[in-house]
């Protein structure tokens, strides 16, 4: 059982002082309040499907994002979920060639939408409904979780967007917390549930550990401060 897992609570000053250096507090509640994007629910499912390659978030995926959206969302060209699930791949590949991307967008759309009609929520609701609901047991058999494609970085980062505080068990994440905890769990659940059991117990957010793993050891703020109020 993970409950109740020692750590070094020596650390936790220089977990607190990685979140005071990233600045990702402002960009966190945002996505914890299902904001991202817009709170265009069908933006944040692309950017999840992109973000699932593992190419550079900001140099790769944000432009791409962002001319889906211009191209396609703002010409009233995908309004919906259904507009996504019935889009020409023709089409969607002109965006971003990789058609495993958009066969894991068009199945978390179905999903959603069969969930949406169900509950008689918006596509909005229905997501941060799928969200709450959702669980780090048997992810593997959730809606979402068994679709083809969908790995636990990419569930963990859908939940994220769609309210959950919680943490990406991502090599980056890994890498960084790594250095500052000294030994972590190698089983991803297990590494999920020590960080959510760290921030719990000393006021903090996981997610904020998570982005500011992303943050701190690059020039994100400077280089790329234009897209920040996008996402």
Do not use: H
Request: glycine share 8%; net charge positive.
């Amino acid at each position: 059982m993970l409950a109740g897992r020692s750590y070094p609570k020596d650390k936790i000053g220089l977990l607190k002082n990685l979140i005071e250096r990233s600045g990702v507090r402002e960009y966190c509640s945002r996505c914890l309040r299902c904001e991202r994007w817009g709170g265009n629910v069908i933006l944040m499912i692309i950017d999840a499907s992109f973000t699932s390659l593992g190419l550079s978030y900001f140099d790769v995926v944000v432009p791409k994002v962002i001319e889906f959206r211009e191209k396609m969302v703002r010409t009233s060209k995908i309004k919906s979920f259904e507009d996504l699930i019935n889009a020409p791949m023709e089409d969607l590949k002109k965006i971003w060639k990789n058609a495993r991307s958009w066969n894991v967008a068009k199945e978390i759309a179905k999903y959603l939408n069969k969930l949406s009609k169900e509950r008689n929520l918006s596509e909005k609701e229905a997501f941060v409904y799928w969200a709450k609901n959702s669980t780090l047991d048997g992810w593997k058999d959730d809606g979402i979780g068994k679709i083809r494609g969908v790995g636990i970085n990419t569930y963990q980062y859908l939940r994220m967007m769609g309210g959950i505080d919680t943490v990406m068990p991502d090599k980056i994440v890994r890498k960084v917390l790594k250095g500052i905890l000294g030994e972590i769990p190698s089983d991803d659940i297990e590494f999920i549930r020590y960080i959510e059991q760290i921030a719990r117990e000393n006021g903090l957010r996981a997610i904020d550990i998570c982005w500011a793993t992303w943050f701190v050891n690059s020039n994100v703020l400077e280089k790329y401060g234009k897209y920040l109020p996008e996402i």
